[in-house]
């Protein structure tokens, strides 16, 4: 149990970077995840936080220890490689074992040991294994005993790398919440790297948004998710990824998909003569067939928009819907319920509040995040 | 499906059959000196210049070959140099190991500036012609008593065996990976240790493969032995060609016998680790 802390770290691997100057702060106890898409960073914070990798600059300090020159069996640390990384020669029960008995976890007899492994693997739904080699697992099963080899010690900080991405959708989701549930009850100190945001904004009590080795933004799942430092954390976020529109600043208002999108120009945020603006497609409701308007806000005021239904993909109790509004085209999620055909035109509404306002910027380039389309 | 694997019954095309006695051909070219081999070991003197193949065989020879009767025809002590071929080969494949594990394994973990040169410098050892180091050594072992001796052959046998043996497991650690290592680092056991413990155990089938390879081209050397040896440390290569004897007195029989003889050990010990040779001669090229 400890904090962890980050200090300018950079390591890169020749001319390739990893990650460059990265500061971050976990608490002692917090469960943070580390988000960002693959050749992100995400792995080589970890190794660098295990020692694994030489760091070019900064400082590691777990429990405000320095770690530098500290090598990676005096750390305490216990990861999870996204590889699993499990010793082919050995089987489950020796795999889980092998922290136990090296001494530096702390000292187990045979009884504690198996004791342990019994716990851990009843947890992760893997004791009927343990005489298996990891040959002769699946790749769902690899990885909770990968998962198991860290959970099985104590240890200051757990690091977890994508330790659900081979699980089959239901697994996942079960593990996750068996996950959260660890992590509560064992409060060790966790740091915990997934391309998923799912995953992320469940399981993580702040969250780290790193892209190109460089961190984007740390904050609450809720602060990620209502206020995304830049469009590329937006669309890091959500599925389906949110709608970016370019606007125009006329006459106080800010006009997008010719016209067919138009809001008043929020007091208090600062906008130029362009904007981009940002619709989340769940964030849209039916203003027609749905008149409550979802779980919207009473009275906040709403941006309303018509266009014509292009594509409808139903995906069990939702459906996706392709609307053309204007000379654009935006998605929107619905309930399949009462959904509209193809060729139909439906009017939508969104609260001002999460209507997002970006710098403007070319196609495929990152801009900072303004302000919402509510007033201040 | 199952029955499209079964081996049926084999259509026979003019090509299929063609190309079956090129095979056929190439297999009487490549083996028939061996079997002439056989056959010249197992004829006596005065036969043996004969190429008629009915012939009353004998085993004789290998008797001769192995005791004192032969040494007494040629001057060669060929059951001494079949001892010291072992303990040269053997020697220099076991140093060749216990140092060359340690090189391959760095070599195979860690770049740094110029790694790839000095790798490839060991590897050249086997390109240069062993005719060419062979005089300056032989100045060398003369003024150092390593003349004739088992160290001196053990240590000249590095030239062969040292390079086979850090390539070809360099490539076995490479295939590793060393994430591997890295969980081990951090289950808390030393480099060292997770070295022992996880990527020795791994690379078994390499060694193996490793080794054998260098014991052949070890046991198969030819000219180190002949300049650096006289009569206490010489191997069977070149205790064979004293049957050839000197001035006339030819034994193609014994010659024959003694080769047998000395192909024996490098073949026993490849048929018993053959399933690591092929995968050890393609120096992990594949994905085992």
């Known amino acids: 149990m400890a904090t962890l802390e980050l200090e300018g770290v950079t390591t890169r691997y020749g001319k390739v970077v990893g990650v460059e100057d990265l500061e971050l702060t976990v608490g002692d106890g917090e469960f943070f995840v580390v988000l960002g898409p693959s050749g992100a960073g995400k792995t080589t914070t970890l190794k660098s936080v295990a020692g694994?990798?030489?760091?070019?600059?900064?400082?590691?300090?777990?429990?405000?220890?320095?770690?530098?020159?500290?090598?990676?069996?005096?750390?305490?640390?216990?990861?999870?490689?996204?590889?699993?990384?499990?010793?082919?020669?050995?089987?489950?029960?020796?795999?889980?074992?092998?922290?136990?008995?090296?001494?530096?976890?702390?000292?187990?007899?045979?009884?504690?040991?198996?004791?342990?492994?019994?716990?851990?693997?009843?947890?992760?739904g893997i004791n009927h294994l343990l005489k298996r080699f990891p040959r002769e697992l699946s790749n769902g099963q690899r990885q909770r005993v990968a998962l198991g080899r860290v959970l099985v010690r104590p240890a200051d900080v757990y690091l977890l790398d994508e330790p659900l991405s081979h699980l089959d959708a239901k697994l996942r989701a079960a593990m996750r919440a068996e996950l959260k549930q660890l992590g509560e009850d064992s409060s060790t100190t966790s740091l915990y790297v997934t391309h998923d945001y799912q995953e992320a904004l469940d399981l993580g009590e702040r969250i780290a948004v790193l892209r190109h080795g460089r961190l984007v933004q740390v904050g609450t799942p809720e602060q990620i998710w209502r206020e995304p430092a830049d469009t590329f954390v937006a669309k890091a976020l959500g599925q389906p990824e949110i709608n970016l529109l370019d606007g125009e600043v006329t006459g106080g208002r800010i006009v997008a998909a010719g016209g067919a999108v138009s809001l008043p120009v929020p007091s208090g945020v600062d906008v130029g003569d362009r904007v981009r603006v940002g619709l989340r497609p769940r964030d849209l409701d039916r203003a027609d067939a749905d008149p409550d308007g979802g779980a919207h806000r009473a009275g906040a005021e709403r941006l309303h928009l018509r266009g014509r239904v292009h594509l409808a993909e139903r995906l069990g109790?939702?459906?996706?819907?392709?609307?053309?509004?204007?000379?654009?085209?935006?998605?929107?999620?619905?309930?399949?319920?009462?959904?509209?055909?193809?060729?139909?035109?439906?009017?939508?509404?969104?609260?001002?509040?999460?209507?997002?306002?970006?710098a403007p910027g070319a196609p495929g380039e990152e801009t900072a995040r303004l302000g919402s389309g509510r007033p201040r | 499906m199952a029955r499209e694997m079964m081996p049926g019954r084999r259509r026979f095309t003019a090509g299929s059959v063609g190309a079956d006695l090129l095979i056929l051909l190439w297999f009487v070219f490549s083996l028939f000196p061996i079997v002439w081999m056989v056959l010249l070991a197992l004829k006596t003197r005065s036969q043996q210049t004969s190429t008629y193949f009915a012939f009353s065989p004998t085993l004789e020879n290998f008797g001769t070959v192995m005791s004192r009767r032969g040494e007494d025809l040629t001057s060669v002590n060929f059951s001494g140099a079949l001892l010291s071929s072992v303990l040269n080969c053997g020697g220099a494949v076991l140093v060749s190991l216990l140092i060359g594990i340690p090189a391959a394994y760095a070599a195979g973990r860690w770049k740094y500036r110029g790694s790839?040169?000095?790798?490839?410098?060991?590897?050249?050892?086997?390109?240069?012609?062993?005719?060419?180091?062979?005089?300056?050594?032989?100045?060398?072992?003369?003024?150092?008593?390593?003349f004739d001796t088992t160290y001196g052959m053990i240590w000249v046998l590095q030239l062969v065996t040292m390079p086979l043996v850090v390539w070809i497991l360099r490539s076995y650690f490479q295939d590793l990976s060393p994430e591997l290592e890295q969980a081990a680092l951090l289950d808390g056991y030393t480099r060292r240790r997770a070295f022992v413990m996880v990527a020795l155990p791994l690379v078994r089938p390499g060694i193996a493969a490793a080794a054998l390879l260098a014991f052949i081209f070890a046991w198969n050397n030819y000219v180190f032995p002949l300049i650096l040896t006289d009569s206490e440390a010489t191997t069977v290569t070149v205790a064979v060609t004293k049957f050839l004897g000197g001035g006339g007195q030819a034994y193609y029989n014994l010659t024959a016998a003694a080769a047998l003889i000395g192909a024996l050990p490098p073949l026993v010990l490849a048929l018993t680790i053959q399933r690591y040779l092929v995968r050890g001669l393609s120096f992990g090229a594949v994905k085992a």
Do not use: W
């Open chain 2, 116 to 146: 790839e040169d000095l790798m490839f410098q060991m590897l050249s050892f086997r390109f240069a012609p062993e005719l060419m180091v062979v005089v300056p050594l032989f100045v060398i072992y003369n003024q150092t008593g390593l």
């Open chain 1, 52 to 124: 694994l990798v030489d760091m070019d600059a900064g400082r590691v300090s777990i429990g405000g220890r320095d770690m530098g020159g500290v090598e990676p069996y005096h750390r305490n640390v216990a990861m999870a490689f996204e590889s699993y990384a499990l010793y082919p020669q050995k089987t489950v029960f020796e795999n889980l074992a092998s922290p136990l008995r090296s001494g530096r976890t702390g000292t187990y007899d045979k009884a504690e040991q198996s004791k342990r492994i019994e716990l851990v693997t009843t947890t992760l």
């Open chain 1, 317 to 358: 109790r939702l459906v996706e819907l392709s609307i053309e509004v204007g000379d654009t085209e935006i998605i929107m999620v619905a309930g399949s319920d009462h959904a509209p055909g193809e060729g139909d035109v439906i009017d939508m509404a969104i609260d001002l509040a999460d209507v997002h306002l970006f």
